[in-house]
């Protein structure tokens, strides 16, 4: 069993950044995949950027060169760093987490709204 939570959404003026943090507890060594997905009002859910085990790490074109995900296994911990944010990026993020025997684990979502 594996548990995700996010936190870090708020509301930040265009250009600006934010941080999103997924907190991951339990059989963290069955993870090979973890990821950020967003879902905006009416859209389908899909994927931002992922990283791997392996520390691969793969993005969307909306998004390179302007996200980072990156984590620190002291504090089993994954984040999103976003900068300068556009107001298609409003969503809400959710964190995943992908591994053996079927595990695909999933937070509750933290919303990022970008508005002036």
């Known amino acids: 069993q594996v548990q995700v939570v996010e936190s870090g959404g708020g509301l930040v003026q265009p250009g600006g950044s934010l941080r999103l943090s997924c907190a991951v507890s339990?059989?963290?060594?069955?993870?090979?995949?973890m990821g950020w997905y967003r879902q905006a009002p009416g859209k389908e859910r899909y994927l931002v950027a992922a990283?791997?085990?392996?520390?691969?790490?793969n993005y969307a074109d909306s998004v390179k060169g302007r996200f980072t995900i990156s984590r620190d296994n002291a504090k089993n911990t994954v984040y999103l760093q976003m900068n300068n944010l556009k107001p298609e990026d409003t969503a809400v993020y959710y964190c995943?987490?992908?591994?053996?025997?079927?595990?695909?684990?999933w937070g509750q979502g933290t919303l990022v709204t970008v508005s002036s």
């Open positions: 995943n987490a992908r591994g053996d025997l079927g595990l695909d684990a």
């Open positions: 339990g059989n963290v060594l069955s993870i090979y995949t």
């Open positions: 990283l791997t085990s392996g520390s691969r790490t």
